[in-house]
């Protein structure tokens, strides 16, 4: 059973089109990075899976309805939605006894576990702690929870780098087990490279790309070309093509081309391209040259 | 545009065993309610604290008890009157900090936690928002009242007590002090005044504060005052009538006209029951405004499934 599957899945805020027909499908175990600019339509496509906001067309999450069925939807999922949103007030114990009490699927001694290894204290309030010790405090909250699927918008956003890192190993150490699904909106896209199974770029609305990690590592191709080379590689239709210091580098989606990955390596030093670059890449070839794209 | 061409097909690694427990809405409605005790420690801390300011008068003038029934010549008589008097005060002080706690309580209730963006939170778990709206009424319509009971019954033991010791150190017969033990006797209508016309005859009030707390983006005590003076106004000036001012006076003077209302004056008129209980549960404003209650909630609900945070 697909874990999540829309069909022609619309939102509309006004005349701004939030989702506009979305299509996609997401099996059992999957870890998926759903990649898109400011205002793509990434936490409205969340917010529908979650059952937070109202849509037109066909949405099943775990095989329910989210909007109409959303409580007993919430029995299997979790999100982070936001960072830093536990309430100020509440005591680190409140939050594990509110938790235990109302959730079949709370693991205490596990929660309790993880923030033994931070310097949180039971009886430390939110407000106390710093940004990143509450999103400890959170991740070990939701950690300990038995969900089917997990969903995170933006968790690491405004964290430091050792925060960030310690969160996506724990999110793999800790926490997948392959019958998981976790789904993951961000825009720090080379952090979680590594950690995803399956990637999704989204755009005005719309799903513009989708790939396994495996495909994409023998699909796409970046080459730094020789400057003596460069008429050659041009003539194998790159996708994408940007200068760094003075050099070209080439990304080249291998399928329709049918090109050698032998004969493009030798016109340089070629490498699989990060999940950012490929990015840009199908966005620009989305907006025309003209238009840049901020990750 | 799907990943299912893509999809490992390795089983998983172990299979977890289904949770057997079940978790009953009685359960997430008392953890519910627990969360509203501990975000909102003003609903016990304030009632405490105007406990102790009162206490602190209440001392220094039982201090000067003795000499007063002296010259009063009436002693027994006097003490009673005299409990009757601050007994009353005292279930007054709590009862006006009880309505503007609960008034700023159900405003607060679903608009803070939109503001402080915890929504996200709490809709993360497992706890539907119809028993979070209900947990939020159930403090202000029950727990508040009940609360404040307690709080009077203690104040009330405190007050007796310290006037007794005070009376014996200055030697008054136990017959006069134990004349005061009367007072205890108004506990039971002060239960049913608390409960009955603070509790559910106010719901519609908590109701609709519960309601504008869910839709209002900011300002809600505005939005919950304002409209309501506005429709009085137009229509006066509209129709130069004022059914809706009269409604709304009904409900605020528990279904009492002017008349009766003037029949029982004083301090401790608030703890005269207006109505027998009976005359009570029959009369249908109550439950016109339980209906009502029951409606603002619903549209409580469904506002807030649909907010998100501000």
Partial sequence: MACIEARGLRKSFGTTMALDGV???????????????????????????LGLTPYQGELRVLGRDPWTERDQLMRDVCFIADVAVLPRWIKVSQALDYVAGVHPRFDRAKAESFLAKTSIRQGNKVRELSKGMVTQLHVALIMAIDAKLLV??????????????????????????????????????????????????IHRGRIVF????????????????????????????????????????????????????????????ARTPSVADLFVAVLGNHLGPAQGVAL | MNTQSNAVTSPPLESRPEAPEVISETQRLYWAVRRELWENRSIYLAPLAASAVFLLGF???????????????????????????????AALVLMGTMIIVAIFYC????????????????????????????????????????????????????????????????????????????????????????????????APVYGWLLLVSSWARRAPFLWATLPPLAIGVVEKIAFNTSYFAG?????????????????????????????GVGQFLASPGLWVGLVVTAIFLAVAVRLRRSQGPI
């Fill in chain 1, 152 to 201: 995170l918008d933006e968790p690491t956003l405004g964290l430091d780098i050792l925060y960030r890192k310690q969160f996506y190993d724990s999110l793999l150490n800790d926490y997948y087990d392959r019958s998981r699904t976790i789904v993951v909106a961000t825009h720090q896209v080379d952090e979680i490279q590594n950690v995803l199974t399956d990637v999704m770029f």
């Fill in chain 2, 247 to 275: 409604m709304l006076s009904h409900v605020l003077s528990v279904g009492m006209d002017d008349r009766m209302q003037s029949k029982a004056s004083g301090m401790s008129a608030i703890l005269i029951p207006r109505l």
């Fill in chain 1, 23 to 49: 299509n996609l499908q997401i099996e059992e175990g999957r870890i998926l990075g759903l990649i898109g600019p400011n205002g793509a339509g990434k936490t409205t496509a969340l917010n529908a899976i």
């Fill in chain 2, 59 to 89: 001392v220094v003038s039982t201090l000067h008890l003795p000499s007063r029934m002296r010259t009063s010549g009436q002693g027994g008589d006097y003490l009673r009157e005299f409990m009757l008097q601050s007994c009353g005060f």
């Fill in chain 1, 210 to 269: 989708t790939c396994s990690m495996e495909e994409f590592e023998s699909r796409y191709l970046e080459v730094m070309v020789n400057p003596d080379q460069l008429v050659e590689a041009r003539a194998h239709k790159p996708m994408h093509e940007r200068q760094v210091i003075g050099r070209s580098i080439l990304i080249f989606d291998l399928k329709p081309n049918h090109v050698d990955r032998q004969q493009l390596a030798a016109l340089g030093e």
């Fill in chain 2, 107 to 202: 405003l607060d209730a679903l608009h803070s936690e939109r503001r402080d963006r915890s929504i996200l939170f709490w809709k993360s778990l497992p706890v539907s928002d119809l028993t979070t709206v209900l947990s939020k009424a159930l403090v202000a319509v029950v727990l508040l009242p009940l609360f404040v009971f307690a709080m009077t019954c203690a104040l009330w033991f405190v007050m007796v007590s310290f006037s007794s010791v005070v009376l014996l150190v200055r030697g008054t017969s136990v017959a006069t002090i134990s004349s005061q033990l009367s007072i205890f006797q108004l506990l039971p209508p002060l239960l049913y005044h608390l409960l009955g016309i603070h509790g559910f005859w106010y």
